[in-house]
């Protein structure tokens, strides 16, 4: 899993190491909104951090996940992404207390 820095907006790429065209994850990370699409653009899952359910310490999300799409993989980019991101935030708290 990959993080374009070239592009106007966040995006992530996943490549296989079997090759084949991969997938692209675009949207909102911060907010983890996000779709994740095949080589072709089409989307084949959604994910959104569920903004319902806040009765614990955890993050909680709702995943969408098109026919034929292999459910663990979209889970397991959703969950690098959400690691990612999680210590981008601690990164910039603790600069934040440095200054």
Do not use: W
């Given at each position: 899993?990959?993080?374009?820095?070239?592009?106007?907006?966040?995006?992530?790429?996943?490549?296989?190491?079997?090759?084949?065209?991969?997938?692209?994850?675009?949207?909102?990370?911060?907010?983890?909104?996000?779709?994740?699409?095949?080589?072709?653009?089409?989307?084949?899952?959604?994910?959104?951090?569920?903004?319902?359910?806040?009765?614990?310490?955890?993050?909680?999300?709702?995943?969408?996940?098109?026919?034929?799409?292999?459910?663990?993989?979209?889970?397991?980019?959703?969950?690098?992404?959400?690691?990612?991101?999680?210590e981008e935030h601690k990164k910039k708290k603790q600069q934040e207390k440095e200054?």
């Amino acid at each position: 899993l990959e993080k374009a820095m070239v592009a106007l907006a966040d995006t992530f790429e996943f490549k296989s190491e079997k090759g084949g065209s991969g997938f692209k994850l675009e949207g909102d990370f911060l907010d983890r909104r996000f779709v994740m699409k095949n080589g072709k653009g089409e989307v084949v899952a959604k994910v959104t951090k569920d903004q319902i359910i806040e009765f614990d310490q955890f993050n909680h999300y709702q995943v969408e996940v098109a026919a034929g799409m292999d459910p663990i993989l979209v889970m397991a980019c959703a969950c690098a992404i959400d690691e990612e991101f999680d210590e981008e935030h601690k990164k910039k708290k603790q600069q934040e207390k440095e200054e």
